[in-house]
Each structure stands twice: as C-alpha cells, then as structure tokens.
C-alpha cells in the first residue's frame, strides 16, 4: 500500500463523532471518492454506532445501506475507523479486525484505521490516529510517513470550533439514525458546515 491521505472533512467527523460519545466506543466507515491509483485518499467518514459495536446484524444493516449510497454518489468503501471507550486503549479489537477484514475483502487497499483517545486535545499538535495495513492475512502498523493529512492545522481549529460551538450534537451516526429514521445519516448540514470552514483555510477539503 502507498500513502494515504485524509481530508479534512473525514478527520473531523471521526472527532467530533469520539467526542460525542466520550464514554462509548464508536465506530464508522471510510470513504473516498476517488478513482485515481496509487494514494488512498479517505474523503469522507460516515459514523456507525456508540454501542454494541459487536452485535453483526445492525453492523451488516449499516454495510449493506452505506454501499447502496456509495454506488449513487460514486464513492467506496475504503476502510474502517474506530475510538475505544477506554482512551489509553487504541489497539484494534476483535470486532474492529473482523469488519475491516470483510472491507479488505472488497478493497485490497483497506485501511484501519484507531484513534488514540489519549490524544484527543484542541492543542495536540499531530493527528491523535493510529493506521493499520493488510499485509498476509494480517493488519500491521502503517508507517506513519506514508500518512497525510495536508493543512493539519487548520483541520484542527476547525474541529475544534466545531466542538466549541456544540455542533458536535448535529453529528448523526447510523445508531441514532434506528433510533430515529427522520435522522441524515449522511450528516449533510454538517458535511456542509465543515466544508464553510475548511476552505477558507484550506482551499479543499
């Protein structure tokens, strides 16, 4: 696998999704809507569930729509993300692997992708994540120089605005959205306000 990199709008949903439910383990897929070879670059992010992270059926549920809205707006499935409940705990755990082998399944290029609670805060200078690769049946530790996040910076003001005005409460994961179907998944208004922030600063996201 060569480098992969992550855009503003993923990185901050994946925060803001942790930082909703502090206390839970949290999980989500990730997305590129890209075609291009070589780099993996991770686009957008949908948040899944804050718990029962192993319980198969609504995991497979949450697959299977996610793919179907994917194939309608040319994007993939490219890897899977997860936060730990306990925050000085960022290994992969048995469910993290599982799903993340049934998405290398799909994409050789599979990412997975742990974020390290421990490292969660506004003034924390590098991205607080952890990066696996498939190599021979087996996830392994990426090499952190083969990651990008371009306009890290920036990235991190922007989450950090974002949870400093309580926006982080707009943040729909697939759980929320069985509670409550009236509920965007997709999380489009907020999709749309990160991308107000984002490209002053960044030019893209």
Not at 28 to 33: A, D, I, K, N, Y
Not at 89 to 95: E, F, I, N, Q
Request: proline letters at 4%; charged letters at 20%; aromatic letters at 6%.
């Amino acid at each position: 696998m060569g480098e992969v990199e992550l855009s503003c709008q993923a990185y901050v949903k994946m925060y803001l999704h942790a930082a909703l439910f502090p206390r839970c383990s949290v999980n989500g897929l990730l997305l590129s809507s890209s075609s291009t070879g070589g780099a993996v670059c991770i686009t957008d992010c949908v948040p899944l569930l804050h718990s029962h992270l192993s319980l198969a059926p609504i995991t497979q549920l949450a697959l299977t729509q996610v793919d179907v809205w994917c194939s309608q707006t040319q994007q993939r499935i490219v890897g899977y993300y997860q936060a730990n409940a306990c925050v000085s705990d960022s290994s992969p755990t048995p469910c993290a692997l599982k799903i993340a082998d049934k998405i290398a399944e799909q994409f050789d290029g599979a990412v997975l992708l742990m974020l390290d609670g421990s490292k969660m805060s506004a003034d924390y200078r590098v991205p607080p994540i952890v990066m696996y690769e498939r190599k021979d049946s087996r996830w392994t530790l990426k090499d952190k120089h083969t990651i990008m996040m371009r306009q890290w910076e920036e990235t991190r003001a922007v989450a950090s605005q974002l949870l400093d005005t309580g926006d982080h409460m707009t943040l729909v994961d697939f759980d929320s959205h069985l509670d409550d179907i009236t509920r965007d998944w997709t999380n489009q208004k907020l999709n749309h306000k990160i991308s107000e922030l984002s490209c002053p600063a960044n030019g893209t996201i």
